[in-house]
């Protein structure tokens, strides 16, 4: 009997001992996301962006942003147009772009920096893309907001931004109803100039007649009329035959 008690208390010390060795440790940290950043997986997860990343893959800038993210801490903000969105556009308009053009397109949708819902709000306007130059006629894009509304304007269409589709403070992707059309690629061409008017000395020559533009009849250039000449070497010629004539006689 007494030896049961001993085994008993024996291994009631031993699981208290291992509890309190437990109970001392650090937990576990969570374990980290597998494998880098992929802005191409984050789309097909969501779903129906099928078309914007065909062009990521095609353009190749899907890639250039899986770079950027991984290597860098500058953070990128992506507006990602649905599949409805391009089935918008005009039949054969991606067809009808250069592939540098489409490139253009592409880097047109990413901000180079991550901007979050709530600093939509303050974004100082026109924002830089990756497609370059804010300047009017190439790649601005302007952000304005009403309440909780954020709206897009690339001077040729005014898309909505919808829903956050992914977000870890360093990439922001947004869902965007309407494809980003910059202007340096979409604006109409302006129309062509007009000739300048005639000036007023060469719209009076046009006026004038052939007859006119010829030299005046008391230049020093016109020949003399003849007309007056010979009507009176003629009366002379007939006087001086007159009086041979009457000599004669």
């Excluded at 031993?14 to 996301?33: E, K, M, V, W």
């Excluded at 890639?63 to 507006?79: A, C, P, R």
């Amino acid at each position: 009997m007494m030896s049961h008690l001993v085994f008993s208390l024996s291994l009631l010390a031993i699981f208290l001992h291992s509890c309190t060795f437990t109970l001392g440790q650090n937990p576990a940290s969570a374990p980290a996301p597998s494998g880098p950043t992929n802005i191409t997986k984050i789309l097909e997860k969501a779903g129906q962006f099928t078309t914007f990343i065909r062009l990521l893959g095609t353009t190749q800038a899907g890639d250039q942003i899986n770079t950027q993210l991984n290597n860098s801490k500058q953070g990128m903000t992506v507006f990602a147009p649905t599949d409805n969105a391009f089935s918008s556009l005009k039949a054969g308009t991606l067809n009808s772009l250069s592939s540098q053009e489409q490139v253009q397109l592409v880097q047109f949708h990413v901000l180079p920096s991550f901007i979050s819902v709530s600093q939509f709000q303050t974004v100082s306007n026109p924002l830089r893309t990756q497609a370059g130059d804010t300047s009017p006629g190439d790649f601005p894009l302007n952000i304005t907001t009403s309440g909780n509304q954020v709206n897009v304007s690339t001077g040729i269409v005014d898309a909505t931004v919808g829903n956050t589709i992914y977000t870890d403070g360093e990439l922001a992707v947004y869902q965007v109803d309407k494809v980003l059309q910059p202007l340096s690629i979409f604006a109409s061409p302006s129309p062509a100039t007009a000739p300048a008017p005639a000036t007023t000395e060469t719209s009076n020559l046009k006026k004038k007649s052939p007859a006119a533009l010829s030299p005046s009849s008391g230049s020093d250039d016109t020949p003399a009329d003849k007309s007056g000449a010979d009507s009176v070497n003629s009366v002379a010629a007939l006087g001086i035959g007159a009086f041979c004539f009457a000599f004669w006689l």
